[in-house]
C-alpha cells in the first residue's frame, strides 16, 4: 500500500478503568473503502470516536495524512478533512433539511463549491431535495440517515468515517444508502471508513476490513477473501 491517508497505531482508548480500544492498528488507503466489523460492544464506535477527537486515546497514534492527529479538538480534525457521520444520526431535529446541510459547510467559505455540493448532494438523495424545508426530526430513519451522510459531505471531507449507517434501516434502504456511500467514494473521491454490525452489506461494498472483537483486530484482509473466511461465515455472515 503507498502511504495510506489514514492510521492508526497501537491506540489505546479507555472510559475511566475500561479498557475499550486495546492497541488498534489499521490503515485506509486512499481512495478505498474499509469496513470495521465486530459484534457489539467490540469498540468499532469508540474507535471512530477516537479518531475523530470526540474522545481522547490514552496511548498510540492516529496519523491523517502522515500528520499525528489523536487527541485534537473535533472542530480541528473535521476542518482537516475527516467527516464523522455518528451512530444514531444526531441530525438537528428542529432544524430543517437545508438547514442540517447547511451547517456542514461550517468550516468553508467558497461559496460556489457548497452549493456544487449541495446540488450533489440533492442529486444522491432526491428525498432531500423534496423535502428541503421539512424539519430533520419529521424525516423517516432512513432519510435522516441520508441527511447525515449528506451532513458530513458537505464538509468537503478527504475521508467519511460512518458508524453503523445500516442500524434500524430495512435491507432495501440499506442497499440503496450502501450504493450511494460507494457512488460517492469512487465518483467524489472520497476515502470511506465504515464501521458495521451488518457485515454482508459491508464486505460486498468496502475494498479490505478489519474484524475487532473485545477492543482488538483479531482479522484483516480484502473484503473477497474474509467473505470466503469460515469464521466469518459462522460468526458475521450467519452461515458455516
Ligand atoms: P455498538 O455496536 O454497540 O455501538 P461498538 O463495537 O461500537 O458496539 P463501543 O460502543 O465502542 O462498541 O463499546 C466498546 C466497549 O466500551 C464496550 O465494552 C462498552 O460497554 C464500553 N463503553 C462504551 N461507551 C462507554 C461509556 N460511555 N462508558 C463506559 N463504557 C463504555
Redesign the pocket.
Known amino acids: 500500500m503507498s502511504d495510506p491517508l489514514l492510521e492508526t497505531r497501537n491506540l489505546e482508548t479507555f472510559?475511566?478503568p475500561?479498557m475499550?480500544?486495546a492497541g488498534v492498528s489499521l490503515k485506509v488507503a486512499e481512495g478505498s473503502i474499509v469496513t470495521v466489523l465486530?459484534?457489539?460492544?467490540?469498540?468499532?464506535?469508540?474507535?471512530l470516536?477516537t479518531i475523530s477527537g470526540a474522545i481522547d486515546c490514552r496511548k498510540g497514534q492516529v496519523l491523517f495524512g502522515g500528520e499525528p492527529i489523536q487527541n485534537r479538538d473535533p472542530d480541528e480534525v473535521a476542518r482537516r478533512g475527516i467527516g464523522h457521520v455518528p451512530?444514531g444520526r444526531e441530525v438537528f431535529p428542529f432544524l430543517s433539511v437545508g438547514e442540517n446541510l447547511t451547517l456542514g459547510a461550517w468550516g468553508r467559505s467558497d461559496r460556489a463549491g457548497i452549493a456544487r455540493d449541495l446540488e450533489t448532494v440533492y442529486g444522491y438523495f432526491p428525498d432531500l431535495r423534496t423535502k428541503h424545508r421539512d424539519m430533520a426530526g419529521f424525516l423517516s430513519g432512513g432519510q435522516q440517515q441520508m441527511l447525515a451522510i449528506g451532513r458530513a459531505f458537505m464538509g468537503n471531507p478527504k475521508l467519511m468515517i460512518l458508524?453503523?449507517p445500516s442500524l434500524g434501516l430495512s435491507p432495501l434502504l440499506t442497499r440503496t444508502i450502501f450504493a450511494i456511500i460507494r457512488r460517492i467514494n469512487r465518483e467524489q473521491g472520497v476515502t470511506v471508513l465504515l464501521?458495521e454490525?451488518n457485515a454482508r452489506a459491508a464486505l460486498e461494498v468496502a475494498d479490505h476490513g478489519y474484524v475487532?472483537e473485545?477492543?482488538r483486530v483479531v482479522m484483516e484482509a480484502p473484503c473477497a477473501v474474509l467473505m470466503e473466511s469460515e469464521d466469518v461465515k459462522e460468526f458475521y455472515l450467519g452461515k458455516a
Open positions: 472510559y475511566g475500561i475499550a480500544i465486530g459484534a457489539n460492544g467490540a469498540g468499532k464506535t469508540t474507535l470516536k451512530e458508524d453503523e464501521v454490525q475487532m473485545v477492543g
